[in-house]
């Protein structure tokens, strides 16, 4: 079992820059990949980022490629998510999720998640 306790939202101005973090709980947390989804108010979940169990791959949609960067630091049992150029377009809330099988970029395959935190991006 995997417990994620997801922090680092808030509010920034346009252009600015934000850091969420995410900590994990459980010896399972090396071996599975983990992601970042985002959840605007009346909008479907949707991806944004993704790391393999070792960190050697990585994958971002095309809508923060250049702007945002995952990371995972194994010993630590955190996933990071950095976010710069921000876009009044990136406000939602950031749960991160680790991954069970299947595609890296649909919610299904991920079995465990954050409980969210806001990101607010003013313009």
């Known amino acids: 079992q995997v417990q994620l306790v997801d922090s680092g939202g808030g509010l920034v101005q346009a252009g600015g820059s934000l850091r969420l973090s995410c900590a994990a709980s459980?010896?399972?947390?090396?071996?599975?990949?983990m992601g970042w989804f985002r959840q605007a108010p009346g909008k479907e979940r949707e991806f944004v980022a993704a790391v393999s169990a070792s960190g050697s791959v990585k994958t971002h949609a095309d809508s923060v490629k250049g702007r945002f960067t995952i990371s995972r630091d194994n010993a630590k049992n955190t996933v990071s998510l950095q976010m710069n150029s921000l876009k009044p377009e990136d406000t939602a809330v950031y749960y991160c999720?680790?991954?069970?099988?299947?595609?890296?970029?649909?919610?299904?395959?991920?079995?465990?998640w954050g409980r969210g935190t806001q990101v607010t991006v003013s313009s």
């Open positions: 459980g010896r399972t947390f090396s071996s599975r990949g």
């Open positions: 999720a680790a991954r069970l099988s299947g595609s890296w970029y649909v919610v299904t395959s991920y079995d465990y």
